[in-house]
């Protein structure tokens, strides 16, 4: 027997849930990354399962694009926050509560 | 058999991700996370994805966490600290969580009654041949943004994460005069 669609958006749902839950509970910037990261992956199980489930690629497609922009934000991110520990020795985002320097 | 497997990948899927959030050692959840990454690049083979599980393995489990493990080795960090001011952000996570998954059941309800969720025994979606075709037909301008997007995360890294450039520019002129 095969999983149903229902199985993997559930799948879906549940690794989203814990990605929001780490953003919210980590101080760490590189933490929270990694869990925005968890978060897109969720959203990838969905585009991928309807597209298995409707038989189009344009599901797939997206996870594509899904995939770019989530390289663009890793090489931005990371960016961000070797620049941040350069001012400030830290990466914690407590540290970035300040709109000085 | 797929059912046996997609329990399989996706219990390793969540246990890894639940120790991803609870390490306090970024390396570890790192590792984790490449496990999650993983998993998931098996649940897309399950799915008739084959393109898009390679592509995982290369851009997510490949790239994107060597950058990621480089970047936690070079800034050498510690453990997480605990929460100190901020305190209720706690209650907030726990709230959220709840919330979240209220509405996953609530999805998984609502999709497990609808008929007709039988996948055809014929995927073609996943195929790279159909994917290109798409990539380049009808996606095109998409396709294209996504280019200029990677582009412009290039450049913006590199004024990102450099340096005393002014300093290191009139070093030069200095020494060309």
């Known amino acids: 027997m095969e999983p149903s669609l229902a199985s993997y958006l559930a799948l879906s749902g549940i690794l989203f849930t814990i990605g929001a839950v780490g953003v919210i509970v980590k101080r760490n910037a590189i933490g929270m990354f990694m869990c925005i990261e968890l978060m897109l992956n969720a959203v990838n199980i969905t585009f991928v399962g309807f597209s298995r489930f ?31 520990f350069r001012n400030r020795v830290s990466v914690d985002v407590d540290d970035a509560s300040l709109l000085k320097n | 058999m797929v059912s046996i497997l997609f329990f ?3 219990g390793l899927a969540i246990a890894c991700s ?20 993983i998993a998931l690049a098996c649940i897309y083979v399950l799915l008739a994805a084959p393109f898009i599980a390679a592509v995982q393995v290369l851009v997510y489990a490949g790239a994107i966490m060597v950058l990621v493990i480089f970047v936690i080795m070079l800034l050498n960090l510690e453990e997480d600290k605990q929460l100190t001011r901020l305190r209720y952000l706690y209650l907030v ?6 919330a979240l998954l209220v509405q996953t059941f609530f999805i998984y309800h609502a999709v497990i009654k609808t008929p007709n969720q039988k996948a055809e025994q014929e995927a073609t979606a996943g195929l790279t041949l159909n994917i290109g075709r798409a990539m380049f037909t009808e996606y095109l301008l998409p396709v294209e943004i996504a280019g200029v997007l990677l582009l412009m995360a290039i450049v913006g890294a590199m004024i990102l994460s450099r340096r005393g450039e002014q300093v290191k520019i009139e070093e030069f002129k200095r020494r060309e005069d």
């Open chain 2, 93 to 98: 996570g726990v709230f959220l969580g709840l």
């Open chain 1, 54 to 84: 409707y038989n189009d690629s344009t599901g797939q497609l997206f996870v594509f694009m899904v995939m770019s922009v989530a390289a663009a934000e890793a090489a931005i991110g990371l960016g961000i926050i070797i620049a941040f």
């Open chain 2, 18 to 37: 639940i120790l991803m959030v609870y390490h306090k050692n970024p390396l570890y959840s790192a590792i984790s996370l490449i496990g999650v990454f």
């Open chain 2, 8 to 10: 399989l990948f996706a």
